[in-house]
């Protein structure tokens, strides 16, 4: 697909405009809270499968998707961190053996990946010429 480098420079700037990490990372944080809550209802059901304790991970990246708008990584990390973290405090809150705190690492990779935003293909074609310096861009957006 040929793609002008007007539009290019449109859906490069839309882009990282739309992304904004700390937002994202407060939408984490307020998705914390229902995720939260699925722990405690988690004990009160007496029974704990491990795939259960992944799906407050997904919750906090799909509030952090819906707040943020995140596509690059270093914007996902803390998102992954703070589920990591959530997921500690979970297992030892309900004193889950030590085999489902191996988990957290699992937790991070799911709340980044749920996250991340689909782009099309010309978000991801201006990516990609702006990384390989095809595209020029104003100097506001460097």
Do not use: D
């Amino acid at each position: 697909m040929k793609y002008s480098i007007e539009e290019l420079q449109t859906a490069y700037q839309q882009l990282t405009q739309q992304q904004r990490p700390w937002i994202a990372f407060g939408g984490a944080i307020g998705g914390a809270m229902p995720a939260a809550a699925l722990y405690v209802v988690f004990a009160t059901m007496g029974g704990m499968y491990l795939w259960m304790l992944l799906l407050p991970a997904a919750i906090m990246g799909w509030f952090a998707r819906f707040a943020g708008a995140p596509y690059q990584l270093k914007a996902r990390l803390p998102v992954g961190v703070l589920a990591a973290a959530l997921h500690l405090l979970g297992c030892w809150l309900l004193q889950l053996s030590p085999l489902a705190y191996l988990l957290a690492p699992v937790c991070a990779v799911v709340a980044m990946s749920c996250a991340k935003i689909k782009l099309s293909m010309l978000q991801q074609h201006a990516l990609l010429q702006a990384h390989l310096g095809k595209l020029a861009l104003p100097q506001s957006t460097r």
